[in-house]
């Protein structure tokens, strides 16, 4: 068995992300009051593609904010005793604000969770919704994306990865055979 398998090349992600902005848009009838949180890494790379397409589609650029959950990680204490911190930065008022936060893969949920805590600490938001790349199953936690680009079922043997221009050099979505569960 292939340990590594393409499952969206750059075409696929850039139409499912461009797909995605029109559901976005459709949903929340247009731009008003709507903003975009990208959770840190890849998160922020999708977030600004989607900040673009919707520039592209509406002529108005959506502010666009930049989330790290580190410290509100529920596994915190399991990652690393010096875990990496990436940089926050929401330089708008999310009060009564329809925040779509961005990720690169939906998997247990946790993530998700944390994000939300991590913006209801920041303020009172109108709604908050969830656009992911990828939704490859096995929650734990009762969450659901709004907008998903592709689902991918998946075992507990494999990882799925989202590989970006900005940290890969690449731009497609690959799923990786491990030899354990994760």
């Known amino acids: 068995m292939e340990k590594f398998k393409e499952i969206m090349d750059a075409n696929q992600m850039r139409r499912a992300l461009v797909r995605i902005s ?41 502010p666009l904010g930049i989330l790290d959950i580190t410290f509100y990680r529920d596994d915190l204490s399991l990652l690393s ?11 708008f008022d999310i009060n009564n604000k329809k925040i779509v936060l961005v990720d690169d893969v939906l998997f247990t949920g ?30 734990e936690l009762p969450i659901r994306a709004d907008y998903v ?16 221009d900005e940290f890969d050099n690449d731009n497609r979505v690959i799923i990786e055979q491990l030899d354990r569960e994760i």
């Not at 731009?31 to 593609?49: D, F, H, M, P, S």
């Not at 005793?81 to 330089?91: A, C, G, L, Y």
Request: hydrophobic content about 40%.
């Open 22 to 62: 029109h559901e976005i848009l459709e949903k929340n009838k247009g731009v008003e009051n709507l903003c975009l949180v990208g959770i840190q890494r890849r998160g922020v790379t999708l977030a600004k593609r989607i900040q673009e397409n919707i520039e592209m589609i509406e002529g108005v650029k959506l």
């Open 81 to 91: 005793e010096h875990p990496t911190v990436n940089s926050t930065r929401i330089d």
């Open 110 to 139: 946790r993530t998700v969770r944390a994000a939300i805590e991590a913006l209801m600490d920041m303020g009172r938001p109108k709604m908050i919704q969830l656009a992911v790349l990828i939704d490859r199953g096995h929650r």
């Open 149 to 164: 680009g592709k689902n991918v079922p998946t075992s507990r043997k494999e990882i799925v990865h989202v590989l970006v």
